[in-house]
């Protein structure tokens, strides 16, 4: 899981270029899912030694910001440099739930309304200090005092008693946020407005993750930290790894914490170094470095790469297409009953006429996959393995069409009030492949006598593209977009009447009322909460407001010679990255 996790973040992500970026032709490649899916999301586990030096390639065509600070940064390629020293507070399972394998300890008290959490004894920075409430206490200050300008603070964190009114300038303390051993002491009371059950899993949003070293920084005014050096250029952490060189925007070089509270870790040194994503094919086969992602329209040329092991996981994304029904108005979502697109008919046809499992066969090797809700499998029982969502089938979306009276009148289908229908469709543009994958589509609309064109008749540029989606610019009918999601299975930041992300302005009493139920007082029992997602799930594929499209398999290359390698959340220090504390050569 991204280190976005512990900010509950729901991200925009280059739409369906997402998954269906990738390059290549149909053939023999053409399932290479089938290969990925047998693949460990960890490496062999072996006899390890002490020492070694390991090379991380750092993905992207521009230097990284270099903001060390989870309060401040907004980077996932800054979270991605500083993953060896930027441990969160708290582990979890592979389901993201909380438990008290990580630097401290959580307990959640729903009729209290309290989050107590404690810290570990023995759990320092890299300077040997131990980290403390005020630790904790202080990274709220920086997310919630103005002055820091984090763009961290949000709604669902403002639940914290006081948090609100110290942001507001109000109050000069957090008033909900107590430490019974004092400043110095190891254990934080959290006081809530209002309990969600979410609460016990990491991402929700409700419950700050990371701790800043105040006797570092108190000196730093909060006006000054972002550009500070000590976040900058030398910065704390509680992690396995400390910062020991910076080369601004192009590398970092790692070594152990000395005061790590599991021990000494056994790499002498970890490198991370920038690498533009056209020369990662190269570096696969050339094993120039010793953990490396493999871009997945490249992926034929390296597959066949000797000395390292392919790990695998599939991220907690999905891409959709969204149906434009109303506009966001006065801080909320308002439907348009008269919306082009606000018959449902027409929105479950345009779903049946989406092939999406052959494009992810022709473009993408099979990396990529249709899936069938909007609550990814990864959620486990929350995912509803009985919703099947919209397959590939023309002659049902023809049925449909005909019954709901959208008749043909030439060429194309007439509104059943007997006007034109000309369907305009954002999408963003892409890789090479983009074009083709949207007329594609296109195409197939144009099978069942949907006449759909392209909004300004050209795929557009992504910032000008969202500014378009979230503005409800009327030339978008509907539009092909992504998000990748917080580890908390929530969605109601996404699809809810208050939501400035629910993109489509859909809002239905049904729709209002399961999202508060599943994020109820009653969810706090379990088979109660699966039963209002699965609910949920089977609703929304009915109403198809927005329809899920696909996912892709994310695969690193990684030297045999190392050991400890896991990608699965509870091998994580809850910062969503391997625990670096368990990679080593091995003997």
């Not at 250029?233 to 910076?246: A, D, E």
Request: aromatic residues 12%; proline residues 4%.
């Amino acid at each position: 899981m991204k280190k976005a996790k512990v900010f509950a973040g729901i991200t925009l992500l280059s739409g369906v270029a997402l998954t269906l970026a990738a390059c290549g032709k149909s053939g023999s490649n053409a399932n290479e899912a089938s290969n990925a899916a047998k693949f460990s999301q960890a490496v062999p586990t072996k006899a390890t030694k002490n020492g070694g030096t390991v090379k991380v390639a750092v993905e992207t065509d521009t230097p990284f910001t270099g903001i060390f600070n989870d309060e401040l940064s907004t980077s996932n390629t800054d979270s991605e440099v500083m993953q060896y020293g930027a441990e969160s507070l708290f582990g979890t399972d592979d389901h993201y739930v909380f438990n008290n394998k990580g630097a401290a300890t959580i307990k959640i008290d729903q009729k209290a309304k309290t989050a107590t959490i404690e810290i570990k004894k023995g759990v320092k920075w890299s300077d040997g200090k131990q980290v403390t409430a005020k630790d904790y206490e202080y990274a709220y200050e920086i997310i919630a005092n103005k002055e820091s300008k984090s763009q961290r603070y949000t709604s669902s964190l403002a639940d914290l008693v006081g948090l609100e009114e110290y942001h507001e300038g109000k109050a000069d303390s957090i008033s909900g946020l107590e430490m019974p051993d004092g400043e110095n002491g190891r254990k934080v009371v959290l006081h809530f407005k209002t309990m969600r059950p979410g609460m016990n899993t990491s991402g929700n949003g409700y419950i700050w993750e990371a701790a800043a070293p105040y006797h570092y920084l108190k000196d730093v005014k909060f006006k000054d930290l972002m550009s500070s050096d000590k976040i900058r250029k030398r910065p704390l952490f509680f992690g396995s790894y400390k910062l020991q060189k910076l080369v601004r925007g192009q590398s970092t070089t790692w070594v152990p914490n000395e005061y790590y509270y599991k021990g000494k870790p056994k790499l002498t040194k970890i490198t991370a170094s920038v690498i533009n994503p056209n020369s990662v094919a190269q570096s696969i086969k050339s094993n120039k470095f010793d953990v490396i992602k493999v871009i997945n329209s490249q992926w034929p040329n390296v597959k066949n790469t000797k000395g390292v092991n392919f790990v695998a996981q599939v991220p907690l994304s999905y891409s959709y297409l969204g149906f434009k029904v109303g506009k966001w108005e006065n801080g909320r979502n308002v439907m348009n009953p008269h919306a082009k697109m606000n018959n449902k008919a027409l929105r479950q046809a345009i779903g049946y006429g989406m092939n999406v499992n052959q494009v992810a066969k022709r473009y993408s090797y099979g990396l990529s996959f249709r899936i069938p809700t909007l609550i990814p499998k990864q959620f486990g029982d929350y995912f509803d393995k009985d919703v099947k969502g919209y397959t590939y089938n023309l002659k049902k979306g023809n049925e449909i069409l005909d019954k709901a009276g959208f008749k043909k009148k030439g060429k194309y289908r007439v509104q059943p009030n007997g006007k034109p229908l000309t369907i305009r469709l954002a999408a963003m543009t892409g890789t090479s492949n983009q074009e083709p994958i949207v007329q594609n589509y296109i195409q197939q609309w144009k099978k069942m006598g949907l006449n759909v064109k392209l909004t300004g008749g050209r795929l557009i540029e992504f910032n000008s593209f969202y500014d378009k989606v979230q503005n409800d610019d009327p030339s978008v009918d509907m539009f092909m977009g992504a998000w990748s999601l917080s580890s908390e299975p929530s969605p109601n930041d996404l699809y809810g009447e208050k939501s400035p992300m629910n993109y489509s302005r859909f809002v239905t009493k049904k729709n209002t009322q399961l999202l508060d139920e599943m994020d109820s007082q009653k969810a706090f029992n379990h088979k109660y909460r699966v039963d209002k997602f699965h609910e949920w799930q089977k609703y929304m594929d009915d109403e198809a407001y927005v329809l899920p499209v696909s996912n892709s398999y994310t695969i690193t290359a990684v030297n045999k010679k190392l050991t400890g390698y896991s990608l699965k959340p509870s091998a994580s220090m809850g910062n969503g990255f391997p625990n670096w504390y368990n990679v080593a050569y091995t003997k």
